[in-house]
C-alpha cells in the first residue's frame, strides 16, 4: 500500500441542471482519469458523476483530489526511468475520491431537493484494467 496524504480537493464543476429532482427514472454515470506529477511525487485523481433523468443529465459534479506519496514509496513506484502505479492502488485512490464526492454533494444539496439524490457504493476498482505506466525523463515534471 502507497502512503499518502491527500494534499489537495477541487471542485471542478457542480451544476444542477433541473428545477425538479425526479424521484424515479434516475441513473448515473461516472467517469474516471488519473496524473502523476514526478517532481510533487503526487498523484491526481479525477472523478465526474452525472445524474440522468430520461437520459438527459440533471445533475453534474466534477472533482479533481490530489495526493501527496510519501518519497520512499514513491521512489519505490519508479523502475527504469518508467513510473508504474498499480491499478489496486489507483482503485485505492479512485474510492478515496468517491468518497469525497459524496460529501461535496452532500454539502452542495442538502438545502435542496437534489439531497436525496444517492451516489451508491461503487466499487471503482472493477473498471480499472491496467496499471498506470508513465514514461518519465529528466525533462518530465
Not at 471542478?12 to 482519469?33: C, H, M, R, T, Y
Not at 520512499?72 to 519508479?78: A, G, K, P, T, Y
Not at 436525496?116 to 525533462?139: A, G, Q, R, Y
Amino acid at each position: 500500500m502507497i502512503r499518502f496524504r491527500m494534499a489537495k480537493i477541487n471542485i471542478e464543476q457542480f451544476a444542477i441542471l433541473n428545477d425538479k429532482a425526479p424521484s424515479e427514472g434516475l441513473s448515473f454515470k461516472v467517469n474516471l482519469g488519473f496524473k502523476a506529477a514526478r517532481n510533487a511525487k503526487r498523484i491526481a485523481c479525477k472523478v465526474s458523476v452525472e445524474f440522468l433523468h430520461d437520459e438527459r443529465t440533471i445533475l453534474k459534479l466534477g472533482i479533481n483530489c490530489e495526493f501527496d506519496i510519501f518519497s520512499e514509496d514513491w521512489d519505490n513506484l519508479i523502475k527504469d526511468k518508467v513510473l508504474i502505479i498499480s491499478k489496486d492502488d489507483l482503485g485505492f485512490f479512485a474510492n478515496q475520491t468517491i468518497g469525497v464526492a459524496r460529501g461535496i454533494m452532500f454539502a452542495k444539496t442538502e438545502d435542496s431537493e437534489f439531497r436525496n439524490f444517492i451516489l451508491p457504493p461503487i466499487d471503482l476498482t472493477t473498471i480499472l484494467k491496467e496499471d498506470l505506466v508513465i514514461n518519465i525523463s529528466e525533462t518530465n515534471t
